[in-house]
């Protein structure tokens, strides 16, 4: 992919899931669930499940974040509320139901 491609991929992807989280939130969902899809990686499938406040992000800007199977550490520079978590997530959140 060219560089402007991979923009376009994942601030789209960005997009659909900030809209989402708003959404949720603005229905009164109190709680946010990661979802795993497409070809998981081990970062993907670590957060899989994972429940988090409306409020509250996923992973902290400057975490240092890594799963087993990880090769090296995954650290975003801001926080992470809403997939995606590093270039070719296709991870989804969900609301909790819990």
Known sequence: ???????AARES???GQGF???VFV???VTALVWR???DACSYCLDL???VV???APFLDGGQSFQPDG???PLVPLSSVSHPPCHPGCQCVIEPSID
Request: charged letters at 25%; glycine letters at 14%.
């Open 36 to 38: 795993a899809a497409g």
């Open 26 to 28: 603005g229905a009164g």
């Open 13 to 15: 992807t960005k997009l």
């Open 48 to 50: 899989d499940g994972m």
């Open 1 to 7: 992919l060219t560089r402007p491609e991979k923009i």
């Open 20 to 22: 989402a989280r708003a």
């Open 70 to 72: 990880a090769d090296v």
């Open 53 to 55: 406040a409306h409020n």
